[in-house]
């Protein structure tokens, strides 16, 4: 089959692009779509041209596999010049995803037709880029240079409704795309309309005022901390009031091409096909299909519960949601009323929205009312006595074949399955609070659980918008395993001199939201303390914890009782350096007797990130996770790791696995080997001299498949 394929409606030809699954502009694409405009420009019956696509979508942009490898002639540029000098009317029929290179093919053509339900965008930002094909001229010449500045920076798709207001397409059309485009082509020849190349055209920048560059520029740098593509994308639109077309194609080039290059922009890319591939369960039979999901029960509608019952209600997917009493289903839904009202405050939801949604969730006091869910999530405690016997209730109702799942962050998935006498329907999923907006779900494999479940979760996860990632039994799976080592070595710290806000400060400059205190500000100190009482102490070491569990001790939970590790003022999330939490802190030094000392950053840094990476290597070699990339995706969509660093194994890779494996005995001698000991993958790698996904992609290639 051509990858560009070539049909004849009269007077009509359509160049369609068939590169399953997203159209991506591959080298064949390229090639293909100038051999059929040269084909077109010789053919004297055809007077107008559609640019389309076969399949679920035009085409999504170009093809992200061919970054970092020797460029493929043609390149996008060429082809863009091939379609803006064709004498034919050019229509661009738009439907499924017009983005990045797809959206400035689209651009070049004279005319753009997009069915409803379009997305339209610039997201190359997303990938440390920037519009490389000439979007950041053209784009500003249709929709004005205020909103291509806005789409190309925020690299957030526009609704073909929008497109249309905005200039961006001529028509909408409903029913069949290619019909609807013959057709608007058809007209526009009958009406003799221009050839209307937008290289050609003015830009508008009356309503760009003096300074509006600089203050953009401040603005945007405030946001995207760490990233160099925002900086260059402002630079290459505003070529746009001071060069001509051409010019500011040559420039936008050169930038895009710095772009390309930068480590950031190959961490993005590392994620986003981390982000896939985390979809792909190894070996499994491809005779087996998941399960159908068209009901879901949840049982608890607490914090946790209540934004499991709206992350499936936002799906468009039936919840029944199990509490206490009535007066306990009426909190629940007050504080999922209120939970949407921050969505309808930004705009993104309507109130009849939202109504819609929370008419999706029905409250019950009876476990029997869970009878028909396909899938019934337990939402409770961390009280392993309470999960088996919802398990043993949920055993009683479910009907053969329903899946039961536990949303347990730590707790043994095996021993909850074993109450159950259908252990194969049972797995973990854990969600993030707040779960209705946090993108990861673990999906925690028991040692029964069948692989039609594991797979029936995987593609739930992406239909609720979730990244989910498997993870093999074990405390605390990937994410929760690996925090243990991150927020023990901030507590030692802190009592060998460091200062909690130095920690936090350092942890900040590497990219996280926040450093390790705030956080557990803002979570709640008491969760932890909770946590480890139910765990054999010799699990934790007990001086990590000696400032955190005096302060909850005190009555000092973090934000929600006003102050933790820092004071927060009421109303206020920014914390304070708090003199009562200081006195605390100087007394578990003295009491744990140890040598006070200056701290430098970079060992506070390495302290902090080196056990995510011993951690995670145990994790690989134990078969917790299946690739590196799937460890790099917890950590960046579930616990704030900067995705443009690529994820703590990505990062460890570039750092360099022997030096790693050096520091951690090095640690280990100074300060005990307890904590610090690489385990066996860690220390193969280094004698080998191998990084973690470049020796996962030799050695197990069919798992990436
Ligand atoms: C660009 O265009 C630069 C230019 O300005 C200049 C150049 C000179 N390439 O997400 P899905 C694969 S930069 C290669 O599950 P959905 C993806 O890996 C590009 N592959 O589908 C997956 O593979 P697999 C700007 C791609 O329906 C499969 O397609 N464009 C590409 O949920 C299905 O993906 C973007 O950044 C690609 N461009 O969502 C768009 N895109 O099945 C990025 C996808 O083997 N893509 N794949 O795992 C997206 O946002 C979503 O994929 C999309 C579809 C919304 C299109």
Redesign the pocket.
């Known amino acids: 089959m051509a990858v560009v394929g070539f049909e004849k409606r009269g007077e009509v030809a359509l160049i369609l692009v068939d590169n399953p699954?997203?159209n991506?502009?591959s080298r064949q694409v390229r090639a293909g779509i100038i051999d059929r405009i040269i084909q077109v420009q010789e053919d004297p019956q055809v007077k107008a041209v559609i640019l389309g696509a076969i399949g679920?979508?035009f085409m999504?942009?170009?093809?992200?596999?061919e970054?970092g490898q020797p460029p493929l002639e043609p390149?996008?540029?060429a082809v863009l010049q091939a379609l803006d000098h064709t004498p034919k009317l050019m229509v661009a029929a738009l439907f499924?995803?017009a983005?990045?290179?797809?959206l400035?093919l689209a651009q070049a053509c004279h005319y753009r037709i997009a069915l409803k339900g379009t997305?339209l965008g610039?997201?190359?930002v997303?990938?440390g880029?920037?519009?490389?094909?000439g979007?950041s001229q053209r784009l500003p010449r249709l929709v004005g240079l205020k909103k291509a500045l806005e789409m190309i920076v925020s690299g957030r798709p526009i609704s073909a409704e929008e497109a249309l207001e905005a200039g961006l397409v001529d028509r909408l059309a409903e029913g069949d795309i290619l019909e609807a485009a013959v057709a608007f082509a058809e007209q526009m020849v009958a009406e003799h309309a221009a050839l209307r190349r937008t290289s050609m055209l003015d830009v508008d920048t009356s309503d760009i005022e003096a300074g509006f560059f600089d203050a953009y520029r401040q603005k945007t740098a405030a946001r995207s901390r760490g990233l160099v593509a925002p900086e260059l994308a402002i630079e290459a639109v505003e070529a746009v009031t001071s060069m001509n077309f051409s010019d500011g194609v040559t420039n936008e080039r050169r930038l895009?091409m710095q772009a390309l290059y930068s480590k950031e922009s190959e961490a993005l890319r590392h994620v986003?096909?981390a982000e896939?591939?985390v979809?792909?369960i190894p070996h499994l039979d491809p005779m087996i299909k998941p399960r159908r999901i068209d009901a879901v029960g949840v049982v608890g509608g607490g914090t946790m519960g209540g934004g499991i019952s709206m992350a499936f209600a936002n799906a468009g997917i039936p919840v029944t949601m199990l509490e206490v009493s009535d007066q306990a289903i009426e909190a629940a839904k007050q504080r999922m009323r209120a939970n949407y009202q921050g969505a309808i405050k930004r705009g993104k939801l309507t109130e009849a929205e939202v109504e819609e949604r929370l008419a999706l969730i029905r409250g019950t006091t009876n476990y029997e009312d869970f009878g028909e869910a396909d899938l019934i999530i337990e939402a409770v405690f961390e009280q392993m006595d309470l999960k088996k016997e919802i398990f043993r209730e949920l055993d009683r109702v479910a009907r053969p074949g329903a899946i039961l799942a536990t949303n347990t962050s730590y707790l043994d998935t095996n021993a909850i399955a074993a109450e159950t006498n259908r252990p194969g329907d049972v797995l973990g999923l854990h969600f993030f609070s707040p779960a209705n907006l946090m993108r990861l779900l673990e999906i925690v494999k028991a040692a029964k659980t069948h692989p039609e479940v594991l797979l029936t979760a995987v593609k739930l996860a992406?239909r609720i918008s979730k990244i989910g990632v498997i993870s093999a039994v074990c405390h605390g799976f990937i994410g929760n395993r690996m925090l243990e080592g991150y927020i023990r070595e901030a507590g030692l710290l802190v009592l060998e001199g460091a200062e909690p806000q130095d920690v936090d400060q350092v942890i900040y400059d590497f990219g996280f939201a926040m450093g390790p205190f705030a956080v557990m500000d803002l979570a709640g100190l008491d969760i932890g303390y909770m946590l480890r009482r139910q765990f054999p102490a010799e699990r934790f070491d007990a001086n990590a914890y000696r400032l955190l569990d005096r302060l909850v001790e005190m009555g000092r939970k973090g934000q929600k009782t006003g102050a933790g590790v820092y004071k927060y003022e009421a109303g206020s999330r920014q914390p304070q350096i708090d003199p009562v939490s200081e006195g605390v802190l100087a007394e578990e030094r003295k009491a744990a007797g140890f040598p006070q000392r200056r701290i430098g950053d970079e060992e506070i840094l390495l302290r902090c990130l080196f056990p995510l990476v011993l951690e995670g290597a145990k994790i690989l070699d134990e078969n917790v996770a299946y690739r590196p990339g799937d460890i790099d995706v917890v950590w960046i969509n579930g616990y704030g790791f900067p995705a443009y660093k690529g994820g703590p194994m990505y990062w460890a890779d570039k750092v360099g696995v022997g030096k790693i494996e050096a520091a951690i005995e090095i640690f280990g001698e100074t300060h005990g080997g307890r904590w610090w000991q690489a385990g066996r993958l860690l220390k193969y790698l280094s004698r080998e001299g191998l990084g973690f996904e470049e020796y996962y992609r030799q050695k197990f290639p069919s798992i990436y498949e």
């Open positions: 699954p997203v991506a502009i679920r979508t999504a942009g170009a093809d992200i596999k970054f390149g996008l540029p499924g995803s983005l990045g290179g797809g400035e997305k610039q997201p190359e997303n990938l880029l920037i519009p490389g094909a979007g895009f986003f096909f896939h591939v979809r792909r992406k």
